[in-house]
């Protein structure tokens, strides 16, 4: 087949799709690296199982993976992908409403035996009865060509066909004119204690390729330019990552050791990963018994003049909710990481939701307020978890940062900041001033008490869970003083508006229609918005980070519209809580509770019913 010159696209987006153990996670990590490297802009999308062991070839076990890559901005991993690969009749069946009509989807032939097809739901098979017909079906009998490319090395039958990720990555890689070399980089760092593995890899890395160039059924491969971006270094980069890295450079910035108490749990376990990797930080990692003793050894950590932090999601913060209240009473730092997930209880465990919102608002007993705040991009977890360092250590009160699945598992090119450009973090020292030190003394702007480290001559004094009197920290069962130490509490909550940003407007500064959202809803909302402007119907988009408190300018916004959307992946807390606030106002609604995020289409769809075009 004589070579033809790549078809060079503005954007595209690819799903792998697969068995758990077919290896689809990382053949689109790679694809994504590679991408990275090339200097495209791109958003990822990994889609896991929540069953741990679902039977093979089943519509529960299926592992998916979906990348936009492009030369343009991109914000979102794409409604619908351009490209699926389907390595079995389950990865199809679950896959192929998240292809466009007319689409193209690979598919490893050898898999589609009877015996799989019905295991997947169907009755007939797909490839035969024309329920395919709208779009262009590309057959490769993928697990039986790997074992032919790996017929001559040392491995057994399993080890063998666990490489056919691989053949399918070389023929991506030639389709949309990617090189290998990267992958093969990583192949020989992943496996260097084991060099057949590294070689049967490579052959099948190749073969796929070499595959791709020579079947007639892919008429030319296409080529996604690099993106124009601000020059500096960047590093492509998940959520939770992000989160761990900003929490490092805020340990350096407040000159304190970073502390991290957690219990496993998904869809927040990757951060405890991440950070034990940095004892020669001086970070401090601990894989606690359960919830409970997660967040009091954080709790505990703080006390002693650490920088404590937890994480869990959102059945975990149920559990930590009354020793939050500790600290909160007690007025101490402490970061808590809530992970959302589908829920209630055990609910969808690897599915994205915003539904933790209320639980971060009230979920403590009694009138316990804290600072909560939410990223937005899976790099932007670096700054907000920056932001949320500087609230707790500044404000001297607990700060509940709400990342999503979405975000966590998500990945996008960050730009590495320089540690000298972030801005600094003031630990709330006392200062005589002739004045004996009291533990609830207050800095007269911020109001809130001094951080004093035990042990420190001097400086004795009490703090805990039972109410304490004003300024001497005594146990105290007064009811008028019970009353002030509740009013200075959310009082010193209230305070923090003063402290950050005021909220910023994208889009059409008043009008017909605001667009309001919160976390992970951003770059889906964002795209609508650009997208509606192109054809001309400008509207504003307002994404809030700063939840409690909201930021001082936001009532005037509101204000500005005549009419407004609030989305989220839940059924309707930021718009209860905007409404608590702001009753003058008529909120709309768009709401999703299926462990997935919004797509583009469903926003403009809910918009341009509203505005009537």
Request: hydrophobic residues 40%; contains cysteine.
């Amino acid at each position: 087949m004589s070579k033809t010159s790549p078809v060079e696209l503005d954007k595209v987006v690819i799903r792998f799709a697969g068995d758990s153990g077919d290896g689809m996670q990382l053949t689109g990590s790679q694809f994504t690296y590679t991408s990275a490297m090339l200097g495209n802009d791109l958003a990822t999308f990994p889609d896991f199982p929540a069953e741990i062991r679902a039977p093979q070839g089943t519509v529960e076990g299926v592992s998916g993976f979906q990348v936009q890559i492009g030369k343009v901005d991109i914000y979102t991993p794409g409604d619908r992908a351009d490209v699926l690969i389907a390595m079995n009749p389950a990865a199809l069946r679950s896959n192929i409403d998240w292809v466009r009509k007319g689409g193209n989807i690979i598919i490893d032939t050898d898999y589609f035996e009877d015996r799989n097809i019905k295991k997947a739901g169907y009755e007939t098979n797909p490839l035969e009865d024309g329920s395919l017909d709208d779009y262009k079906i590309i057959e490769a009998p993928i697990t039986s060509l790997t074992k032919t490319a790996l017929k001559d090395i040392d491995l057994d039958n399993k080890s063998i066909v666990r490489c056919k990720n691989m053949f399918a990555l070389g023929m991506m890689y030639w389709l949309f004119d990617r090189s290998r070399n990267e992958t093969v980089k990583f192949l020989e760092s992943k496996f260097r204690k084991y060099p057949v593995l590294i070689e049967a890899n490579k052959k099948a890395l190749d073969a796929g390729f070499n595959y791709a160039i020579t079947i007639r059924a892919i008429a030319s491969n296409y080529k996604i330019p690099p993106a124009k971006i601000e020059p500096g270094l960047y590093r492509h980069i998940s959520g939770n990552q992000a989160t761990a890295w900003g929490l490092l450079a805020a340990a350096e910035k407040v000159g304190k050791k970073l502390f991290y108490g957690s219990y496993p749990i998904t869809p927040a376990s990757d951060i405890l990963h991440e950070l034990s990797k940095y004892k020669n930080l001086g970070v401090i990692t601990l894989q606690a018994e359960d919830e409970i003793a997660a967040v009091c050894s954080a709790i505990g950590a703080s006390y002693a003049g650490q920088l404590g932090v937890t994480a869990s999601a959102g059945p975990g913060i149920a559990l930590k909710g009354e020793a939050i209240g500790l600290a909160i009473m007690a007025e101490i730092p402490l970061i808590v990481i809530d992970v959302q997930r589908g829920g209630p209880s055990t609910g969808l465990p690897t599915k994205t939701e915003q539904a933790d919102l209320n639980l971060a608002l009230y979920g403590r007993n009694s009138d316990s307020p804290c600072i909560v705040i939410a990223p937005s991009t899976p790099a932007n977890c670096f700054q907000y978890i920056f932001e949320a360092a500087r609230l707790t250590v500044e404000h001297m009160t607990p700060v509940i940062f709400l990342s999503d699945g979405y975000l966590a598992n998500g990945s996008e090119p960050w730009k590495l900041p320089n540690i000298n450009d972030l801005p600094p973090i003031q630990v709330q020292q006392f200062k005589e001033n002739g004045q004996e030190y009291q533990p609830y003394l207050r800095d007269p702007d911020k109001k809130s008490r001094y951080w004093v480290i035990p042990g420190m001559a001097g400086y004795e004094h009490r703090i805990g869970g039972l109410e304490k009197q004003d300024v001497t920290g005594n146990v105290s069962y007064d009811p008028e003083n019970h009353q002030k130490m509740i009013d200075i509490r959310a009082d010193k909550v209230k305070t923090v508006a003063n402290f950050i940003p005021e909220q910023k407007i994208i889009g059409a500064k008043s009008g017909e229609l605001l667009l309001v959202g919160w976390g992970s809803t951003f770059g889906s909302m964002l795209s609508a918005v650009k997208e509606l402007e192109k054809e001309g119907h400008p509207i504003g988009l307002v994404h809030i980070n700063y939840l409690n408190p909201l930021p001082k300018n936001l009532e005037a916004i509101l204000g500005d519209y005549k009419q407004i959307l609030v989305g989220e992946l839940n059924s309707g807390q930021l718009v209860g809580y905007l409404r608590q606030i702001y009753p003058q106002y008529k909120y709309q609604q768009l709401n999703k509770v299926q462990g997935l995020p919004f797509t583009i289409t469903e926003i403009k769809d809910k918009i341009k019913s509203i505005l009537n075009i």
